[in-house]
């Protein structure tokens, strides 16, 4: 790929770039042996962990990231090679013994349950082997910016992922408040708080039913999973036909030769080894009905833009003239679910019900504390400001206690005496650490949706019930809500799931000059055309994510739960390692608050604020909710 080719490509990620920037970008291109995206995901994280003001993007920074990145390089060089001659100098070593055989209790020093002076509990789970105090604390996560994993580019793509970050204490952050990015600028701050309580400004319904996610996780049949899967496909088949007004004689078997042109709907997949898409590993699986199953090769010479993802699927045109693969004319758009809508006289009810000021809402996601300590002093933050400013609604996404912290892994934590006969278990821990703080926001609606490595949620599959309020004693002014959540606040519909869905996609896409440059908005569009919160499909396993990071341990028979409900919602709300943002994407309001703590010091939470609607007439009329257009969403520092 010459550099004319290589600059055309660090301009889809990158927008326009100054002159003297580019040479810069392609002497790194050349050096480190990167892609355009893996560079980009590298210039997102160095965003990330430097802070806005630090990365303006000029030739001074470039440089400095430049080289950030040599150093990086060098350091994981230098860490592999002490590594490696560490282990061939130990060669094989005899098991350790205590000293002193005499001494038989010994052997329970390490599963005895110490306890302090103060009669508190040292809890010691082992869940996993445990580490030493010098390297237990970054040996099981990165940082929340990591962006890449695949094998066949570990040493390169590692150079910014796995080094080691001294932690930067909460009380020493530096510019807490500050705003990242905002959307619809031209809206007003409200001034905080109203002086009103959230029960006569908020008016909840949870749009879903509750009781279908408290089925026996992890109990799948491949019948059942084959048959969701299979299903979908013939239901997109029906979208299509019904928006392209076209025949059933218009639609074939993409896998039978004939000369005529057909168009065929199906689930995106990869013949290659790696499972990794290519433009010569596309295939297409129709549904048994259409193509028994079949997967066909796909021919996309004649497509100048594109952008698939395993799992998506899609309706093509194109002809099988010889049987051997299926030669794609053109890609038809899946359409969506129509947009939201409220009788005007509801609406006018929302717009009395917040005479005070728009509605508030604050957005923040786990885990709240960084890998060092589990003080979750990034939570009491938030917390301390829900207090001060009372929102209308504060929404927390999990993971609230990590499966993935180091200290939780090693079950190397303190927890108060309680009146328990065991000596303290992980809900304790979430009554002392979490429960005490969230307590505080009395006058504040607070919705908890949790994630797959939630440690007091046992249902561990997506989608996922609820946590167990009870047990955690949260009071009535907190609700807890399953993964995904879909509900509305007023008029507005929000959408909330916790697997990090765009960065999934991100890792398995295969894009050729996408009409949609900038990655967030291209593949949100995609998920909302999909109508489910998780289209990826097989879905990334934890050992190919960077570490610390989970897969989303789908539970393949239950998807139907992940789908949206009747309508594409206002507030689509997606947290990912991702940069955090704020975007508008065919008229759906797209936040990724980031997370409000990151590995190693503090990160970002979203304040957003909706202006009621101005309606003239009472009358039955349906209008169209555009709360894009009436949202103002901050993205901002703790």
Same mark, same amino acid.
């Given at each position: 790929m010459g550099d004319s080719t290589k600059t055309v490509a660090l301009v889809e990620y990158f927008g326009n770039l100054p002159p003297d920037i580019v040479p810069e970008f392609l002497s790194m291109l050349r050096s480190y042996g990167l892609s355009e995206q893996d560079l980009f995901y590298k210039w997102e994280y160095y965003c990330i962990k430097m802070g806005p003001d630090d990365t303006k993007l000029n030739l001074e920074t470039v440089r400095a990231f430049k080289k950030d990145t040599q150093e990086q390089l060098e350091k994981n060089i230098r860490a592999k090679t002490r590594q490696q001659s560490s282990a061939a100098s130990r060669g094989v070593q005899k098991t350790p013994r205590h000293k002193g055989s005499g001494d038989t209790m010994a052997l329970f020093d390490d599963i005895v349950t110490p306890r302090s002076a103060n009669g508190s509990v040292k809890r010691k789970f082992a869940y996993d082997t445990p580490s030493s105090k010098s390297t237990r604390l970054f040996d099981t996560a990165s940082p929340s910016g990591a962006l890449d994993s695949s094998p066949l580019r570990k040493p390169l793509a590692a150079l910014s992922l796995e080094s080691t970050v001294v932690p930067t204490p909460f009380s020493i952050r530096t510019n807490a408040g500050a705003t990242i990015e905002t959307l619809n600028l031209h809206i007003p701050t409200p001034a905080l708080p109203f002086g009103t309580s959230w029960e006569s400004r908020v008016k909840l319904t949870v749009n879903m039913d509750l009781k279908k996610f408290s089925y026996r996780p992890m109990h799948q049949k491949l019948t059942e999973a084959s048959e969701v899967l299979d299903d979908r496909i013939d239901e997109f088949m029906g979208f299509v036909q019904e928006h392209y007004q076209l025949a059933d004689e218009q639609f074939g078997n993409p896998s039978t030769a004939s000369p005529s042109e057909v168009v065929v709907v199906g689930r995106i997949a990869s013949d290659s080894l790696d499972g990794k898409l290519n433009k010569a590993s596309v295939v297409l699986e129709p549904s048994r009905r259409m193509g028994a199953g079949s997967r066909v090769p796909l021919k996309l010479d004649a497509i100048g833009s594109l952008s698939f993802f395993p799992g998506q699927i899609v309706a093509v045109k194109g002809v099988n003239a010889s049987g051997d693969y299926f030669a794609v004319s053109e890609i038809l758009e899946i359409p969506t679910l129509p947009t939201t809508a409220t009788f005007v006289s509801e609406m006018n009810d929302v717009a009395s019900r917040l005479e005070a000021g728009p509605l508030t809402i604050m957005v923040a996601s786990g885990p709240y504390t960084t890998d060092d300590n589990l003080h979750f002093e990034a939570l009491d933050e938030i917390c301390r400001r829900a207090v001060e400013t009372c929102p209308d609604v504060v929404i927390l996404t999990g993971p609230f206690i990590d499966s993935g912290h180091p200290l939780i892994?090693?079950?190397?934590? *303190? !927890?108060?005496?309680?009146? @328990?006969? %065991?000596?303290?278990? #992980?809900?304790?821990?979430?009554?002392?650490? $979490?429960? +005490?703080?969230?307590?505080?926001?009395?006058?504040?609606?607070?919705?908890?949706?949790?994630?797959?490595?939630?440690?007091?949620?046992?249902?561990?599959?997506?989608?996922?019930?609820?946590?167990?309020?009870?047990?955690?004693?949260?009071?009535?002014?907190?609700?807890?809500?399953?993964?995904?959540?879909?509900?509305?606040?007023?008029?507005?519909?929000?959408?909330?799931?916790?697997? *990090? !869905?765009?960065?999934?996609? @991100?890792? %398995?896409?295969?894009? #050729?000059?996408?009409?949609?440059?900038?990655? $967030?908005? +291209?593949?949100?569009?995609?998920?909302?055309?999909?109508r489910n919160f998780y289209p990826l499909f097989p879905p990334p396993s934890t050992q190919s994510l960077p570490k610390g990071s989970t897969g989303p341990n789908l539970d393949v028979p239950y998807m139907r739960l992940a789908d949206f409900v009747d309508v594409t919602p206002d507030v689509l709300v997606l947290p990912s390692m991702l940069a955090p943002c704020a975007k508008i994407v065919d008229g759906v309001v797209i936040i990724n608050p980031g997370t409000l703590s990151k590995r190693a010091g503090p990160g970002t939470f979203v304040n957003m604020a909706i202006v009621p609607p101005v309606i003239a007439e009472d009358t039955e009329q349906l209008v169209a909710h555009k709360i894009y257009e009436r949202a103002r969403v901050e993205v901002l520092k703790i």
């Amino acid at each position: 790929m010459g550099d004319s080719t290589k600059t055309v490509a660090l301009v889809e990620y990158f927008g326009n770039l100054p002159p003297d920037i580019v040479p810069e970008f392609l002497s790194m291109l050349r050096s480190y042996g990167l892609s355009e995206q893996d560079l980009f995901y590298k210039w997102e994280y160095y965003c990330i962990k430097m802070g806005p003001d630090d990365t303006k993007l000029n030739l001074e920074t470039v440089r400095a990231f430049k080289k950030d990145t040599q150093e990086q390089l060098e350091k994981n060089i230098r860490a592999k090679t002490r590594q490696q001659s560490s282990a061939a100098s130990r060669g094989v070593q005899k098991t350790p013994r205590h000293k002193g055989s005499g001494d038989t209790m010994a052997l329970f020093d390490d599963i005895v349950t110490p306890r302090s002076a103060n009669g508190s509990v040292k809890r010691k789970f082992a869940y996993d082997t445990p580490s030493s105090k010098s390297t237990r604390l970054f040996d099981t996560a990165s940082p929340s910016g990591a962006l890449d994993s695949s094998p066949l580019r570990k040493p390169l793509a590692a150079l910014s992922l796995e080094s080691t970050v001294v932690p930067t204490p909460f009380s020493i952050r530096t510019n807490a408040g500050a705003t990242i990015e905002t959307l619809n600028l031209h809206i007003p701050t409200p001034a905080l708080p109203f002086g009103t309580s959230w029960e006569s400004r908020v008016k909840l319904t949870v749009n879903m039913d509750l009781k279908k996610f408290s089925y026996r996780p992890m109990h799948q049949k491949l019948t059942e999973a084959s048959e969701v899967l299979d299903d979908r496909i013939d239901e997109f088949m029906g979208f299509v036909q019904e928006h392209y007004q076209l025949a059933d004689e218009q639609f074939g078997n993409p896998s039978t030769a004939s000369p005529s042109e057909v168009v065929v709907v199906g689930r995106i997949a990869s013949d290659s080894l790696d499972g990794k898409l290519n433009k010569a590993s596309v295939v297409l699986e129709p549904s048994r009905r259409m193509g028994a199953g079949s997967r066909v090769p796909l021919k996309l010479d004649a497509i100048g833009s594109l952008s698939f993802f395993p799992g998506q699927i899609v309706a093509v045109k194109g002809v099988n003239a010889s049987g051997d693969y299926f030669a794609v004319s053109e890609i038809l758009e899946i359409p969506t679910l129509p947009t939201t809508a409220t009788f005007v006289s509801e609406m006018n009810d929302v717009a009395s019900r917040l005479e005070a000021g728009p509605l508030t809402i604050m957005v923040a996601s786990g885990p709240y504390t960084t890998d060092d300590n589990l003080h979750f002093e990034a939570l009491d933050e938030i917390c301390r400001r829900a207090v001060e400013t009372c929102p209308d609604v504060v929404i927390l996404t999990g993971p609230f206690i990590d499966s993935g912290h180091p200290l939780i892994q090693t079950g190397d934590f *303190d !927890i108060e005496r309680t009146n @328990s006969q %065991d000596d303290g278990t #992980l809900e304790d821990l979430f009554r002392e650490k $979490i429960s +005490r703080k969230i307590k505080r926001v009395e006058k504040s609606l607070v919705l908890l949706v949790p994630t797959v490595r939630d440690v007091v949620n046992r249902h561990i599959s997506f989608p996922q019930e609820p946590i167990k309020k009870r047990i955690l004693e949260l009071p009535s002014n907190i609700k807890s809500l399953p993964n995904p959540a879909i509900f509305s606040l007023n008029e507005t519909v929000f959408a909330i799931s916790t697997p *990090d !869905i765009l960065f999934h996609m @991100s890792r %398995d896409e295969l894009r #050729l000059n996408p009409a949609e440059s900038n990655p $967030i908005a +291209r593949l949100s569009k995609a998920l909302i055309a999909q109508r489910n919160f998780y289209p990826l499909f097989p879905p990334p396993s934890t050992q190919s994510l960077p570490k610390g990071s989970t897969g989303p341990n789908l539970d393949v028979p239950y998807m139907r739960l992940a789908d949206f409900v009747d309508v594409t919602p206002d507030v689509l709300v997606l947290p990912s390692m991702l940069a955090p943002c704020a975007k508008i994407v065919d008229g759906v309001v797209i936040i990724n608050p980031g997370t409000l703590s990151k590995r190693a010091g503090p990160g970002t939470f979203v304040n957003m604020a909706i202006v009621p609607p101005v309606i003239a007439e009472d009358t039955e009329q349906l209008v169209a909710h555009k709360i894009y257009e009436r949202a103002r969403v901050e993205v901002l520092k703790i």
